[in-house]
């Protein structure tokens, strides 16, 4: 490694929140076109599907209702409790975007990535080498997301479990009703199920950028290496998180104001285009604060 790699990879480590933010837009506005490049070509399908999944729920409003009746008949209360609508509005979301987050969406985080890597180690950037370099390291982004989603899916699975059978106990030994025993669980039962979802996210994100930069490192020993990794940061994970999701999430409500306003013919691709920029800003971060997190020891590199 030259000097002046280890001189950079020195000076980003331990990095606090803003520090993180502020070289994240630095190397941006760096590599302006290559960047830009890849939220077009890479992220924008991602955002395509979803803007596709909110127009079809706010066209066709029985969407969510129909997913929202087999989830309730699933947890075997045929109608007697209020499932919230939010649910049933992600799960479509889920389905309709899955496809391309498991293609496109990886395909540019792996290379958002190794273009991050590229800067700091004084690799000239190149389109056509990151192309290729992401698409070798598509399968060992997708290995970690199926570990990722098999964790999620597990802890959803016990807070529908802990919905289906602890109001149903309650309910049995006279503490509540049915319904006011759901409301309780599910207000218990879903603040330590988003803590802890929030927390797989950040190592999940984390992860992937592990994935990328570290050949022999991926899927679930990925995950164990990235919340090996953010001991003492998690903190920090979750503020960058946090903000990330507050972008993603205002790029939505504007599409559903345009949407219920009407929406002209440019404006589509605009917000498009806001929101794989906001994909590209999440996953530079994440990059930096991977390297923010690594021992002063780079011999790894």
């Known amino acids: 490694m030259s000097r ?8 980003i480590h331990l990095m606090n929140t803003t520090q993180i933010i502020r070289a994240a837009v630095r190397i941006i506005l760096l590599h302006p076109t290559h960047f830009h490049s890849i939220s077009i070509f890479l992220f924008s399908p991602l955002p395509i599907s979803l803007f596709i999944s909110h127009f079809l729920i706010h066209h066709f409003p029985q969407i969510p209702s129909s997913a929202l009746k087999t989830i309730d008949h699933s947890l075997g209360h045929h ?3 209020p499932l919230p609508k939010l649910l049933s509005k992600t799960l479509v979301h889920i389905i309709i975007c899955f496809p391309s987050t498991i293609t496109f969406s990886l395909l540019g985080r792996a290379a958002t990535v190794q273009a991050v890597s590229d ?3 004084g690799i000239n950037l190149d ?4 192309l290729m370099r992401s698409g070798l390291t598509w399968v060992k982004l997708l290995h970690t997301s199926f570990w990722e989603f098999v964790i999620v899916l597990g802890l959803f699975g016990a807070l529908m479990a802990s919905l289906a059978t602890l109001p149903k106990i309650l309910f049995a030994f006279g503490i509540c009703s049915r319904a006011s025993g759901f409301l309780s669980v599910l207000g218990f039962a879903g603040i330590a199920f988003w803590v802890v979802f929030a927390h797989i996210m950040v190592v999940g994100n984390l992860a992937k950028v592990v994935s ?3 050949s022999e490192c991926y899927g679930f020993d990925s995950l164990v290496k990235a919340k090996r990794l953010m001991e003492g940061r998690r903190h ?7 903000l990330s999701n507050v972008g993603f999430r205002l790029v939505e409500c504007l599409f559903e104001f345009r949407l219920c306003r009407g929406m002209s013919m440019w404006e589509g ?5 806001m929101y794989s920029l906001v994909l590209v800003f999440d996953t530079v971060i994440n990059a930096v604060f991977y390297y923010a997190c690594k021992p002063p020891d780079f011999s790894i590199f």
């Open 79 to 81: 109608g007697v409790l």
């Open 4 to 11: 002046r790699t280890t001189q950079v990879l020195e000076s």
């Open 269 to 273: 691709p605009l917000l498009v285009s």
């Open 127 to 130: 389109r056509r080498r990151l």
């Open 236 to 242: 920090t994970a979750l503020v960058m998180a946090l």
């Open 119 to 121: 800067g700091y180690h």
């Open 212 to 214: 990328v930069v570290e």
